[in-house]
């Protein structure tokens, strides 16, 4: 049972564009980086009650060079931020990022001076999940974010 025989006598097309887009969006794979109490919820998240791998991010995977999506959950101290920044600039391009919970988005409640407010002031953020901590089902949503935008947004002639 192969394509041929769902297609019949017909043929098939598509633009690189659109076949390559599908590809990414339903393969990507996360770096998680948990820093906090989010954690726990995006360890959720990757269980078998949310199912990650219905989107196709399932594996996460703690290389950089093997990542597409980095998921920054938990707060973030000027001391961490040039690691992060550095796993970033190592996962390939192209790549995004998703800045989990209330501390990663803004700081959180924790305004003091060596805590970072807000990981977008070292990392451009492609979409960010409220709450304190977020349940898994709002990280699902920004994974669908995030696969909308690959979908849309990108173009092969952009990887050159």
Same mark, same amino acid.
């Given at each position: 049972?192969?394509?041929?025989?769902?297609?019949?006598?017909?043929?098939?097309?598509?633009?690189?564009?659109?076949?390559?887009?599908?590809?990414?969006?339903?393969?990507? #794979?996360?770096?998680?980086?948990?820093?906090?109490?989010?954690?726990?919820?995006?360890?959720?998240?990757?269980?078998?009650?949310?199912?990650?791998?219905?989107?196709?991010?399932?594996?996460?995977?703690?290389?950089?060079?093997?990542?597409?999506?980095?998921?920054?959950?938990? #707060?973030?101290?000027?001391?961490?931020?040039?690691?992060?920044?550095?796993? #970033?600039?190592?996962?390939?391009?192209?790549? #995004?990022?998703?800045?989990?919970?209330?501390?990663? $988005?803004?700081?959180?409640?924790?305004?003091?001076?060596?805590?970072?407010?807000?990981?977008?002031?070292?990392?451009?953020?492609?979409?960010?999940?409220?709450?304190?901590?977020?349940?898994?089902?709002?990280?699902?949503?920004?994974?669908?974010?995030?696969?909308?935008?690959?979908?849309?947004?990108?173009?092969?002639?952009?990887? $050159?």
């Amino acid at each position: 049972m192969g394509i041929e025989s769902a297609l019949g006598e017909g043929f098939f097309t598509t633009k690189i564009d659109a076949l390559s887009n599908w590809a990414r969006a339903n393969a990507a #794979w996360p770096m998680p980086m948990g820093l906090a109490c989010c954690a726990i919820e995006m360890m959720a998240f990757a269980g078998p009650r949310y199912d990650a791998s219905r989107f196709g991010s399932e594996v996460m995977r703690f290389s950089p060079r093997q990542s597409d999506v980095m998921i920054v959950a938990g #707060w973030s101290t000027y001391k961490m931020a040039h690691a992060i920044r550095r796993i #970033w600039d190592q996962m390939p391009d192209p790549k #995004w990022c998703i800045a989990m919970g209330a501390c990663a $988005s803004t700081g959180g409640m924790h305004r003091c001076y060596g805590v970072v407010q807000g990981v977008d002031n070292y990392l451009p953020v492609d979409a960010y999940v409220s709450g304190c901590p977020p349940r898994p089902d709002a990280l699902l949503h920004a994974l669908m974010k995030i696969q909308d935008k690959i979908k849309t947004e990108h173009s092969v002639l952009l990887d $050159s």
